[in-house]
């Protein structure tokens, strides 16, 4: 059980590291949280800094989900820190989902920036890299076709989150249980942070992503 909280925690502070902070801090001090939106993620990265600076912010914040998942959860850390009691077989796949979490917990509420995070969107991404790939092929595909058709980004990423539980419920695959209970909180928790996206979107001032959305474009050609 010792590694199982090394890990979790270190999953959690790894996710703290936030992209567009770090990438802001080395261009001269830039803090997005202060620009557009006030959010850390890539999207408000994208509409205040540019596409090279959006880039890195995507990287790094996709970089940490996969780190956590795909390497932290099945390092041999008994071997590299003594005394460290491992985590039993049957907890292995819990321990891999667990950091799935903290991670984009770190990345939401990160402790070294005063817990103002992004929406973790990018960092979800990075976890199921290293958890299931197969996985980003619906979720992916979903956020792809809902921004082509209705150009809210936000709720592409809500409906995305919500696929990726429901063809982890759907596959039958092991371990399910585990890798289910990651998906349904990552979805509850995406669309929790994308809450104020969902405000804007009734009120009928949330903006749409112009380039992506096929539906805009068709009426801008008919006017």
Not at 20 to 30: A, D, P
Request: hydrophobic share 55%; proline share 5%; glycine share 14%.
């Amino acid at each position: 059980m010792t590694e199982f909280v090394v890990k979790v925690g270190l999953s959690y502070l790894l996710g703290s590291i936030i992209g567009s902070l770090v990438v802001g801090r080395l261009r001269g001090g830039v803090d997005i949280r202060r620009l557009g939106s006030g959010n850390a993620g890539s999207t408000n990265a994208l509409r205040t800094q540019g596409k090279g600076f959006a880039f890195w912010v995507f990287l790094i914040d996709i970089g940490k989900g996969w780190v956590a998942t795909g390497v932290l959860a099945p390092l041999l850390l008994p071997g590299i820190l003594h005394g460290v009691e491992p985590a039993p077989p049957q907890l292995r796949d819990w321990l891999a989902a667990a950091c799935g979490s903290a991670v984009i917990l770190g990345h939401v509420y990160p402790v070294w920036y005063g817990f103002r995070g992004g929406k973790g969107v990018a960092t979800v991404v990075g976890a199921v890299l290293g958890l299931s790939p197969w996985l980003l092929v619906p979720m992916l595909a979903t956020w792809l076709i809902a921004v082509v058709l209705v150009g809210f980004v936000g709720l592409a990423s809500i409906l995305g989150a919500i696929t990726l539980a429901v063809a982890i419920a759907a596959s039958g695959r092991e371990p399910r249980v585990p890798l289910l209970t990651f998906g349904v909180l990552t979805a509850l928790l995406i669309a929790f942070t994308h809450r104020a996206n969902i405000a804007r979107m009734l009120a009928g001032t949330e903006p749409r992503a112009r380039r992506l959305w096929l539906l805009g474009l068709r009426q801008g050609r008919l006017k």
